[in-house]
């Protein structure tokens, strides 16, 4: 297992298209989440699913924000609209919930909105 | 809510130890984590503590946590160029999510 992986790694966007971010996580992890980082700043809790339902969500995901995770495996988070607030890098991460307490996070997708 | 503190900066030689600190607020948070994060690129785990433990070592790495401060801290031994990046705390809620609050991290950087 290669780890978390996300897809694209960059994307530059016009304000207003929609973009959507793919993430694999690790094959036997059933945890994952999703994180927004901006610059000089820390990861930023967004979402998260356990299997296929999602049980949290951030005030920060706006309804603009959409994330799936529909048969418990990888999961995709589309920004409808984008706006240049959006930009910033999403992280995807994942853990096994009661086996260990380790949380891998992906190498991230930045977007730029342009 | 959760809060987690780092101050921003460390500039350390090579071979010498570096030490990264970190303060946070939830009394309750079950597992503490540091993060390594070079430029462009994802997190990557180096270490954890569980909140009932007061240090963890694990190779050049020693973490240090006093549960009545709130205080925790990374000491990267051996100092070397490649260890030049940003670290992160982190501590994690005990609700069923188990999220992650980060700081905004400490950028160290390693001179010659």
């Known amino acids: 297992d290669t780890g978390v992986s996300q897809d694209p790694r960059h994307k530059i966007t016009k304000r207003g298209q929609n973009v959507t971010f793919r993430c694999d996580p690790i094959s036997e992890h059933n945890r994952l989440y999703w994180y927004r980082q901006t610059l000089g700043q820390g990861p930023e809790f967004l979402t998260y699913f356990q299997n296929e339902a999602q049980l949290e969500k951030s005030r920060l995901l706006s309804d603009r924000f959409s994330a799936e995770r529909p048969k418990g495996s990888f999961s995709t988070l589309e920004i409808q609209r984008t706006e240049q607030g959006d930009s910033a890098m999403y992280l995807c991460?994942?853990?096994?919930?009661?086996?260990?307490?380790?949380?891998?996070f992906g190498e991230g997708s930045w977007l730029t909105v342009v | 809510g959760e809060d987690v503190e780092q101050s921003l900066f460390l500039s350390v030689r090579e071979g010498d130890s570096s030490v990264i600190n970190c303060t946070y607020t939830d009394s309750s948070s079950t597992y503490l984590y540091w993060y390594k994060q070079e430029p462009g690129a994802g997190l990557q785990l180096l270490t954890y503590?569980?909140?009932?433990?007061d240090m963890k070592q694990d190779q050049r790495l020693t973490v240090l946590l006093n549960k009545k401060d709130k205080h925790l801290s990374l000491r990267i031994a051996d100092t070397q160029t490649g260890d030049s990046a940003i670290y992160f705390c982190?501590?994690?809620?005990?609700?069923?999510?188990?999220?992650?609050?980060f700081g905004t991290g400490t950028r160290l950087q390693v001179t010659l």
């Open positions: 982190a501590e994690r809620d005990t609700g069923t999510a188990s999220k992650l609050t």
């Open positions: 991460a994942s853990s096994y919930a009661g086996l260990g307490n380790t949380i891998y």
């Open positions: 503590i569980f909140s009932n433990m």
